[in-house]
Nanobody, 124 residues
């Protein structure tokens, strides 16, 4: 069993930066791919980025490429999402998730474990 806790959300002006953290419990977290998803009000949850268990492979949705960076520190059982050049359309609740079965995927159905989410609000 893995439990995930996100932190680092908040209110920021457009063009600003935030770094989200995802703290995982359990020794197996480091063996799982990790993903970040977000859900804006009235919209479906959407994929943002994932990273393989080793950190050697990352993948981003087009709208965040060049602005967001996903990373992890397995020694600390923690994953990160560095978000730069934020835009109002990035406003959403951000969730981290862990996938024990694949190298990483953009499909939310593959992720077994989810955090509670952290709110990111970008003002114009």
């Amino acid at each position: 069993q893995v439990q995930l806790v996100e932190s680092g959300g908040g209110l920021v002006q457009a063009g600003g930066s935030l770094r989200l953290s995802c703290a995982g419990s359990g020794r197996t977290f480091s063996r799982y791919a990790m993903g970040w998803f977000r859900q804006a009000p009235g919209k479906e949850r959407e994929f943002v980025a994932f990273i393989s268990w080793s950190g050697g492979y990352t993948y981003y949705t087009d709208s965040v490429k060049g602005r967001f960076t996903i990373s992890r520190d397995n020694a600390k059982n923690t994953g990160y999402l560095q978000m730069n050049s934020l835009k109002p359309e990035d406003t959403a609740v951000y969730y981290c998730a862990a996938d024990p079965d694949t190298w990483g995927t953009s499909s939310s159905r593959e992720y077994h474990y989810w955090g509670q989410g952290t709110q990111v609000t970008v003002s114009s």
